[in-house]
């Protein structure tokens, strides 16, 4: 904010002063700078970091969604299994302590039932779990996909700040250039 100011205020300033030199100085001004502005080398670094700032934005932003999808696909294919496993290990394992319990008494068969229940709570509990660690994993790559982006935005203002400064200076430097030559004298002639 305090950079637009600044450059607002110079550009009132070189305004007022134009304007007390009069409209011949203030055109040579103008035309001076819009010779600088339209220089082959100004223009293609204007270009070149647009182009660069236009290009670049998309493809990290795209990057850092990619990369949050895939880790969220990832982390939740990993849970399905582990929670699949789980499933699977705990039905074994009722499975066969039911078939013991059968045997052995009444009794074993309701401790049996006991354990396949609390396996079975204890494999959704980590299931909801590893669900919610990565849904966090995703909110932080979200996070920083969207940081990544303000930063991208912020490097092409600032380019942008650094390409108005340098027609600034260039500017500056034909006014010194003009402030030289007094009005009585002649260009030397060869």
Do not use: F
């Not at 055109?27 to 080398?41: F, I, N, S």
């Amino acid at each position: 904010m305090k950079r637009k100011l600044l450059l607002l205020t110079g550009l009132g300033i070189g305004y007022v002063v134009g304007a007390r030199a009069g409209r011949e100085k203030y055109d040579r001004l103008k035309a001076t700078a819009e010779h600088y502005w339209q220089d082959p080398r100004v223009a293609k670094v204007r270009d070149d970091v647009e182009v660069y700032a236009r290009t670049q934005a998309p493809i990290i932003r795209d990057r850092a969604e990619a990369v949050a999808k895939d880790v969220a696909a990832k982390t939740a294919s990993t849970a399905k299994d582990v929670a699949s496993k789980t499933s699977a290990t705990a039905k074994d394992i009722a499975d066969k302590t039911s078939s013991t319990a059968k045997d052995v008494a009444s009794k074993t068969t309701t401790t049996a039932k006991d354990i396949a229940d609390k396996t079975s709570a204890t494999a959704k509990d980590v299931a909801g779990r590893v669900s919610e660690a990565a849904d966090d994993v995703k909110d932080q790559v979200v996070k920083t996909a969207n940081d990544i982006k303000d930063r991208g935005e912020d490097a092409v203002e600032r380019v942008t700040l650094s390409v108005g400064e340098a027609r600034d200076r260039a500017l500056d430097i034909d006014d010194d250039e003009d402030d030289d030559v007094t009005p009585g004298d002649a260009p030397a002639k060869n």
